[in-house]
């Protein structure tokens, strides 16, 4: 138990979500369980991870780590049933808490703002039990890395403009190709999502001003008899000198295309057991789905390697992950090292009120807000 890597999870402390202050400490050895000397409360060392709470924690462990590691890879959940003589519900209950958790760590790690140089986005057809639903995804071509992904039961203007809300909230403000389909939804959805809205000081809603630095094609396929017979490619949004630059350095050569994204569709087809085509590992709700999707996708953002995104150095090739190429991590992560993570909570901010700040909340706000340790 290391107290100087732990932070205190309750919404409640002051101290929430800061390390190195010195505010943990031991309570059990035993239970494994902190103290916060600021709130007072205790915690187990699995708060905030899909091992809280679950009895014989010891013996259990590499249990879950060993079924989470094979719903990550495409096996059903029968089989996982059948070859361990667990419960339905059980490996059901553990793949939730997976999937939950690792929505988390794409929110807390992969949402932020960095060059995406180019983005492809895809939408997918999913049967559910009695109904269909629609999955639309976004990548980073330069470091394949999965950007999120949106299910609605409609592929609606809702379902893009979902989705390029959290591309937006990866984007940082500068140039940025878009590459998709030809579903007209995308069009609106990308310039409204890349948009900031201009303060004229007048009355009424403010202007929008979509981003100077931004590109956005199509291709728009034709088909006949359920075959393509022709392919167009269309720029939407930017200049063509512009668009071949940012494809020269994101992909290396080529044109506008979502073959990208179509690869990684596949991907999720063959790791995901009720994306699989004509199978009967159907998902009865659409928050199971949810939590699969965000389940391989941050497995295989931080614990998976890219054959494409090996570097060759002095005569050996330098595995990485996508979340290594992207530069969030170092390494390449574990199944057990992802759901040990921790998530922190937001930092403490003082609440609002009317009159003067009092000095024991100054004191506060000096001590864990000014100077507070990033995590």
Not at 163 to 178: E, F, H, P, S, T
């Amino acid at each position: 138990m290391d107290t100087a890597k732990t932070f205190c999870p309750n919404l409640d402390c002051v101290a929430r979500g800061q390390i190195g202050k010195g505010n943990i400490k031991i309570h059990s050895q035993k239970e494994h369980r902190y103290k916060c000397k600021e709130c007072k409360k205790t915690f187990a060392e699995t708060k905030g991870t899909p091992f809280y709470r679950i009895h014989k924690i010891t013996q259990v462990i590499e249990l879950v780590t060993v079924v989470v590691t094979l719903l990550g890879n495409g096996c059903p959940l029968q089989a996982i049933v059948m070859a361990f003589g667990l419960d339905e519900r059980t490996v059901s209950d553990w793949r939730d808490r997976a999937g939950a958790h690792c929505e988390q760590v794409h929110e807390h790690l992969v949402e932020k703002p960095r060059n995406l140089g180019q983005v492809q986005a895809d939408e997918l057809r999913v049967k559910e039990q009695g109904q269909i639903v629609w999955m639309a995804m976004a990548m980073m071509v330069s470091s394949r890395l999965w950007l999120g992904g949106v299910i609605s039961p409609h592929r609606d203007m809702a379902l893009i403009a979902g989705l390029m809300q959290k591309v937006r909230a990866c984007a940082l403000l500068g140039k940025i190709l878009v590459c998709t389909d030809g579903l007209v939804s995308y069009i609106r959805a990308t310039k409204r999502a890349f948009s900031d809205a201009l303060n004229n000081g007048k009355r009424g809603r403010p202007t929008l001003a979509i981003w100077p630095g931004l590109c956005m094609g199509q291709v728009v396929k034709r088909y006949a008899k359920k075959c393509v017979v022709a392919v167009e490619h269309r720029i939407i949004v930017g200049s063509v000198q512009r668009v071949k630059t940012l494809i020269k350095r994101s992909q290396g050569s080529g044109w506008i295309n979502t073959s990208y994204i179509e690869r990684l569709n596949a991907t999720f087809r063959e790791r995901l057991a009720s994306l699989v085509r004509r199978g009967r590992a159907l998902a009865k709700q659409t928050q199971t789905l949810q939590r699969g999707m965000y389940l391989v996708g941050t497995i295989y953002n931080f614990c998976t390697y890219h054959q494409s995104l090996r570097l060759r150095t002095n005569g050996q090739y330098y595995q990485r992950t996508p979340a290594m190429a992207a530069g969030i991590t170092d390494q390449c992560w574990t199944i057990r090292s992802l759901l040990d993570f921790h998530v922190p909570p937001p930092p403490w901010s003082p609440p609002r009120r009317r009159g003067r700040i009092s000095h024991a909340t100054k004191l506060l706000m000096e001590k864990w807000c000014n100077n507070a340790a990033p995590i």
